[in-house]
């Protein structure tokens, strides 16, 4: 698909003919702290199609990440409903697979014994987990490093290895929490690229959290922008740029455009600022030596 072939209305009317894989009906999330109570996620209602590319965006403490995690089953939600073709999701599952900003890796397993885990954890032998676990090393380039441990890679390759580890399982959705916002700018451009090419190629739904709106726009088939205080769904953005993308796109002026529009969506309102940040205190003077030149 090119620039000169591409129809954003008929590629989202293929997307939505799709089926639903993920909803999420008036989901709301309260947290209880003695008598304080803070609604973190307010009457969200989304639906995710199968195969579909999602970005969630939003300012800090609009709960991005909460709601990441309460998919994959590890947090718990006050109220509404969240299912996974139509069933209510009520724990973690290997068909949500979930990739951490932390490479979360068993420092004490090889890149092997890693990625075979979870297969061993399902119940399969030594010796089929073996072979799911070299198929997703090669896919992923590391095949030559797979008897090295997490502290002898790099922070790319550790977090291609927390992608196969959760590709293994043969998830139906993969969640994704700012996974690439601890790498440098070119390893992080080399892995998004990696991302892309990966989902291109395989039956997978990817919800992706990130702060990054340029990431969004390159990665997302539709961008959700949440508002804070409390978490809501602010905006829902179709991405109406063709497939596949590389870095050079965000050079063009449509992609300007998107950025800009995001921008504002995300930054414009100051009422919509983390709360912890509304009221930062006068730091009292600790040293004697001036600031002046």
């Not at 726009?217 to 205080?229: E, F, G, T």
């Not at 796109?249 to 509304?278: C, G, N, W, Y």
């Amino acid at each position: 698909m090119n620039n000169s072939t591409f129809n954003a209305h008929e590629y989202f009317q293929k997307i939505y003919a799709r089926p639903v894989i993920l909803e999420a009906k008036n989901l709301s999330q309260m947290f209880k702290h003695g008598k304080t109570e803070r609604t973190i996620l307010n009457q969200i209602d989304l639906k995710i199609h199968k195969r579909e590319f999602i970005c969630v965006i939003g300012p800090s403490g609009c709960g991005k990440s909460t709601f990441s995690r309460i998919i994959a089953g590890l947090d718990a939600y006050s109220s509404g409903e969240l299912l996974v073709d139509g069933e209510k999701i009520t724990g973690p599952s290997p068909e949500r697979g979930m990739v951490f900003q932390g490479y979360t890796l068993f420092p004490w397993k090889t890149v092997k014994e890693n990625v075979m885990f979870g297969p061993l954890m399902k119940g399969a032998s030594q010796m089929s987990a073996e072979a799911s676990a070299r198929e997703w090393i090669n896919i992923i380039g590391l095949e030559k490093y797979e008897n090295q441990y997490p502290h002898q890679l790099s922070g790319g390759m550790k977090q291609r290895v927390a992608i196969a580890r959760a590709l293994v399982n043969e998830p139906k959705i993969l969640l994704m929490d700012e996974p690439f916002g601890a790498l440098d700018p070119h390893t992080r451009q080399k892995m998004q690229k990696h991302l892309m090419d990966l989902w291109e190629n395989i039956d997978i739904t990817i919800i992706f959290v990130t702060h990054d709106m340029d990431e969004a726009i390159l990665l997302a088939d539709r961008i959700v922008a949440l508002k804070a205080n409390p978490g809501e769904i602010k905006e829902i953005i179709e991405v109406d740029l063709p497939r596949p993308r590389n870095i050079e796109l965000m050079q063009t002026k449509e992609f300007k455009r998107l950025k800009s529009h995001v921008d504002q969506l995300v930054h414009a309102q100051d009422d919509e600022i983390d709360p912890a940040l509304e009221d930062l205190p006068k730091i009292p003077r600790m040293t004697q030596i001036s600031s002046e030149r």
